[in-house]
């Protein structure tokens, strides 16, 4: 029986009632139920600096399935051997939610997650233009291997969540070509849009959801993130536009949609029921944040807001390492705000150009390709050892090391 005042539910909390007013609620299309998707020990770990061991992977995983998560992104099992074991390790032992694995739009990526053993695979794909011709060389391209990679991890049993990368950010008429054979003819099993640079209100994730419901009839799930504040309301309005699951992550790591915020928001301010044990939610931050180090994220000022470490996003920057920002200042340059463009750091999900922008930042001589990939290597171990990122005079031995040994 539906409350005559949902808006104040006794010894748990009292919000405003005009969120149940019916020209607040008018046009809504809430889904029967929200899917929760935690993405904290992937793209939370890719928060500069964090590194989760092993066995903090699977306390973590274990604490979100016991809390009621339904749905639990392990890692990406291409960064390393140990996100590998991580995840093969959680399928095995985390029997309450489902287990899901990042790949790009490749099928070794894919073999990876059939290697771990995951029942899901989320298949990601940028919709910038400049990604994806330097990739593929053409959108024709880009759909014809998205669609055959997807084809490929169905036909090895496994679901895919079709990932689209600065979705908020796309044409419309980009995304429908994307999405529609993805669907239709290579039959994923839901799609998700991504706001990357968190810059989309509330009405365009609203008008976006809405749009991508018309074209195709699987569950949309959306990947918010908070660089303009917006994460939590965001991912909200997605929900009233019909979005049937929600990616969080515990304490907003990596500026990310906080999984607290949303569970709270979805429960109180929209009257559903998410199947979280709400009362685990302190104890599972207080967990994150001390295998993390790491506090809360906060937009435009916070400590790292121009951090970057993974190696994806410094490839970019090495073809325009000539430019401002290096292209980084393209979405938001933090100079607006007194702060950096940019600051690289190295650590666990650095990549190759990651080096090569290190050695040019320090004034080093460039590394050959075997030579960075070399300090590459030793830079992912050490980070993975300290739990953190590489320092500029740690960098500079291995450099120095690496350097030695091929004059």
């Known amino acids: 029986m539906v409350s005559e005042m949902p808006w104040k539910v006794p010894g748990k909390w009292s919000v405003s ?4 007013a019916e020209q607040v609620r008018a046009g809504w299309s809430l889904p029967q139920k929200v899917t929760i998707h935690d993405v904290t020990l992937r793209d939370g770990e890719q928060t500069p600096g964090v590194v989760f061991r092993l066995e903090e992977k699977l306390k973590i995983a274990h604490a979100l399935a016991d809390a009621g998560v339904q749905r639990i992104e392990g ?3 291409a960064v390393s051997a140990e996100d590998v074991e991580a995840i093969t390790k959680m399928v095995k032992e985390v029997r309450e939610a489902e287990i899901a694995t990042l790949c790009r739009a490749r099928k070794d990526d894919v073999d990876l997650a059939l290697k ?3 029942g899901r695979a989320i298949i990601e794909l940028s919709t910038r233009a400049e990604h994806i011709n330097s990739i593929w060389g053409s959108r024709e391209k880009a ?12 036909t090895n049993g496994i679901k895919v969540t079709l990932f689209l990368m600065e979705a908020s950010r796309a044409d419309l008429a980009l995304l429908k070509s994307f999405i529609v054979p993805s669907v239709k003819e290579a039959e994923a099993d839901s799609v998700s ?7 989309a209100l509330p009405q365009a994730m609203v008008h976006l959801v ?3 419901k018309q074209w195709v009839d699987v569950p949309i799930e959306v990947h918010c993130h908070n660089v303009w504040g917006l994460a939590t309301v965001n991912t909200l309005a997605s ?5 049937e699951v929600i990616h969080t992550c515990v304490n907003g790591l990596g500026g990310n949609a906080a999984l607290e915020e949303c569970v709270m928001g979805i429960e109180g301010l929209l009257g559903m029921e998410t199947g979280i044990k709400t009362r685990q939610l302190l104890g599972l931050s207080h967990m994150v944040k001390d295998f993390s180090r790491a506090d809360w994220y906060k937009p435009f000022v916070g400590p790292d807001v121009s951090y970057v470490e993974a190696g994806v996003i410094t490839g970019r920057m090495w073809t325009h390492r000539d430019e401002p920002g290096m292209g980084r200042s393209e979405f938001l340059n933090y100079e607006v705000v007194g702060g950096k463009s940019v600051t690289l750091v190295l650590g666990k999900k650095s990549g190759r150009h990651s080096i090569m922008l290190k050695a040019l930042e320090l004034g080093l001589n460039l590394p050959s390709e075997e030579e960075s990939s070399e300090m590459l290597s030793q830079v992912k171990t050490l980070s993975i050892e300290k739990k953190g990122a590489l320092t500029d005079d740690e960098f500079k031995q291995i450099y120095q090391q690496v350097m030695a040994q091929n004059n």
């Open 17 to 20: 009632m005009y969120n149940w």
């Open 210 to 212: 809405t749009k991508v």
């Open 75 to 77: 890692g990406m099992a």
């Open 116 to 118: 771990c053993n995951v």
């Open 239 to 243: 929900v009233t536009a019909g979005a």
């Open 193 to 199: 849009l991504v706001d990357t640079r968190g810059c």
């Open 143 to 154: 759909i014809e291997s998205l669609v055959d990679v997807i084809k490929y991890a169905k």
